[in-house]
């Protein structure tokens, strides 16, 4: 046992934990805190695998935009379900069935492909070359323009449907919203 | 060193809780919790899949960028979605939510 496995069972069990919490938790606002938890943990296993740069935007991206929109969407709706008995519907055994039947076949899956064992290669090039490297490839016409542009594409038009879907209905004489 | 695939037996693992939430949960936004847990189990094997096949080429975490991307979308459109629904059924619960079923 080397301390990087060591570090490495304990985030996986506190994040395991975690994501456990959050689907089983009473009440919402404890399994937005929880859901918190388990994606500070992930942003752990991304530096262990030395991708900094995406533990950053992990960081940013999901525990300080994704994860706070939700606790919004939580407090703008609370009130209607905390009171309404259990929060899972009468068929969680056959979600549970599923999930567990999904886990131990991929599982399975693992034991069949080859190299699963095998150590990192040496990464030889140094921390900020590889983020110029990323940058630059994502603008790349022979990198990932097109990835790119279909992102900025998506968010744009993310934007502009939950502003639209969001958006009060107005008057009926004023038309369509 | 950590083996390949223990990271992806986490991710596989993240995967199928976040499922678990999505089928078993009543709240709407809840729903939305599990769907992320799922996505960040893609990241995270996206990521492991390039720290350990090949760390020279950058596809893997571009990728992962892409994954953030969609992330992001899909939470805000969600949460209008259910915004929009509360404002005007007063309910989150996604088994109320059946105009469109016949």
């Not at chain 2, 990241?43 to 893997?60: M, Q, S």
């Amino acid at each position: 046992m080397t301390v990087m496995q060591i570090i490495f069972i304990i985030t996986a069990l506190v994040t395991l934990g975690a994501a456990m919490r959050v689907v089983t938790s009473e009440r919402l606002v404890n399994a937005a805190l929880w859901l918190v938890l388990a994606l500070a943990g992930i942003a752990v296993l991304l530096i262990l695998l030395e991708a900094n740069f995406l533990a950053a935007v992990q960081v940013v991206v999901y525990i300080g935009a994704i994860a706070i929109l939700l606790i919004f969407g939580i407090m703008l709706t609370r009130g209607v379900m905390d009171t309404s008995g259990p929060q899972a519907n009468q068929n969680w055994w056959l979600a549970a069935l599923v999930a567990g039947l999904l886990f131990a076949g991929l599982l399975t899956m693992f034991t069949q492909v080859p190299g699963l064992r095998r150590s990192p290669p040496e990464i030889h090039t140094a921390e900020g070359d590889l983020i110029n490297t990323l940058g630059t490839a994502l603008v790349d016409v022979n990198g990932f323009v097109l990835a790119f542009e279909l992102a900025s594409i998506l968010l744009l038009a993310a934007l502009v449907g939950a502003i639209v879907v969001a958006r009060p209905a107005e008057p009926e004489e004023g038309g369509e919203s | 060193m950590i083996p390949l695939w223990w990271y992806l037996a986490l991710a596989a693992a993240i995967f199928c809780v976040g499922a678990y939430g999505v089928m078993a949960r009543k709240n709407a936004v809840a729903i939305l919790m599990g769907i992320e847990l799922m996505l960040n189990a893609v990241i995270l094997n996206l990521v492991a899949f390039w720290r350990y096949l090949d760390p020279a080429e950058v596809t893997g975490q571009a990728f992962a960028i892409m994954v953030y991307a969609v992330a992001a979308s899909e939470a805000a459109v969600g949460l209008a979605l259910i915004i929009s629904i509360y404002r005007t059924r007063s309910t989150v619960a996604a088994d109320e939510i059946d105009m469109m079923k016949w």
